[in-house]
């Protein structure tokens, strides 16, 4: 019997490839599994399905977790603002971690003796694929064919339209990973430090003039509505990108400290998830108290680099969720925004939970809550420990 190998699969070049390098130099049973985060239309996962199918696949499987993803992982994004570096939303890094796990979960279902992925030797997401096969299936083997092989994509090309598989593989020259938060995209001007991605190279093209103004309402801390239409949250996030993303909105280049060490730069289009937290933020800014705001971000670094960094399993994750959900208790109320091309600024928002109260007073204009002499006898105590050092450092000198 052939050994049975589950492929985590996206359709892209490096995962078509391994079909037939695994069925034919390995000898392998291939069975595909794409794993849905978002991204695919029902009409691309039946082409990718069959497309697996023609490559030499003994079956295929796609599996929709797009309702798990946000329950346990784009929600606590949100919920701590995370943006790596203050740049990149977690678009694909915070989805590979599932990913895996459903791999993991589907391998041992089908009883399969290996699991085989399409990541490269030089990236993040070979480690992240080995993390949690290493975890969740220790007793299987791993196969990484790019990676083994350490082949270019040109290679592959060749390779595939050899063997007979020629589906316009021109159109691969950039690696684009599309899911509900964001799509990420490299090659060519990514691999070096000053290349700019022309407009060719984003799915999602820049089509939308004027400006338009949306209000997105939150409900502790959750997506709920759009423009006054009561939504769940993915249909927000959906919603949001399908309106927002033709403005050009969202796209970027995140440059940061890979896993194994290595620079990395990488392009994203992500008008959803940077609109949500910019949001996001906005409102629980006023809603918040300041240590409340401090530890917020300590924590939600942490998070977001656990989380980067194949971490997600790790218990502390856990404890760090728990304290983000306990933070969102007030965010509630409604963000206004005003997308531009290329742009989008926050106008406002309101929240029952403000805490710039009027009753109270108003910053830089007058209050009710102390006077002048109140701040007078605060600011000699404020000043006093500072004050006792600097005189004993002034005696000193003298």
Request: include cysteine; hydrophobic fraction near 40%; glycine fraction near 10%.
């Amino acid at each position: 019997m052939k050994s049975k190998v589950v492929l985590a699969y996206s359709g892209g070049l490096d995962t078509s490839f391994c079909i037939p390098y695994l069925t034919r130099e390995k000898q392998m049973e291939v069975h595909t599994l794409l794993v849905n985060t978002g991204g695919f239309s029902p009409k691309e996962v039946g082409e990718l399905s069959q497309k697996a199918l023609d490559l030499g696949a003994a079956s295929h499987k796609t599996i929709d977790i797009r309702e798990e993803y946000y329950a346990r992982c784009i929600r606590y994004l949100i919920f701590g603002n995370v943006l790596k570096n203050n740049t990149y939303p977690l678009s694909v890094s915070s989805e590979r971690a599932f990913q895996a796990m459903k791999v993991a979960d589907y391998a041992r279902q089908i009883g399969a003796h290996a699991i085989a992925h399409g990541s490269t030797g030089a990236g993040n997401d070979q480690v992240r694929f080995d993390y949690f096969i290493h975890v969740m299936a220790p007793e299987m083997s791993l196969l990484a064919p790019i990676r083994e092989l350490n082949i270019s994509r040109k290679e592959e090309i060749e390779t595939l339209i050899m063997l007979g598989f020629d589906l316009c593989w021109e159109k691969s020259k950039y690696s684009i990973n599309k899911g509900i938060w964001g799509t990420s995209i490299g090659g060519a001007e990514t691999l070096t430090s000053g290349g700019e991605l022309p407009e060719e190279a984003y799915p999602v093209k820049c089509t939308k003039t004027g400006t338009e103004m949306l209000t997105i309402g939150f409900s502790e801390g959750e997506p709920v509505s759009l423009n006054g239409t009561a939504l769940n949250p993915l249909k927000v996030i959906e919603t949001l990108q399908g309106i927002a993303a033709p403005y050009g909105i969202g796209r970027d280049i995140h440059v940061g400290d890979t896993i194994v060490g290595l620079k990395g730069r990488v392009a994203f289009e992500a008008a959803a998830p940077m609109i949500l937290i910019k949001a996001h933020h906005l409102l629980e800014k006023h809603v918040l108290g300041k240590w409340q705001l401090y530890w917020k971000d300590q924590l939600s670094c942490w998070y977001g680099m656990m989380l980067h960094e194949a971490q997600y399993l790790d218990p502390v994750m856990r404890n760090i969720e728990v304290f983000l959900e306990s933070t969102q208790k007030r965010v509630v109320g409604e963000v206004s925004v005003r997308l531009c091309p290329g742009t989008f600024s926050l106008t406002g928002c309101t929240s029952p939970f403000d805490l710039m109260n009027p009753a109270f007073g108003q910053y830089g204009e007058g209050t009710a809550a102390f006077t002048g002499r109140d701040v007078e006898g605060f600011t000699r105590i404020y000043s006093l420990p500072v004050k006792i050092y600097q005189s004993l450092e002034n005696e000193q000198k003298d």
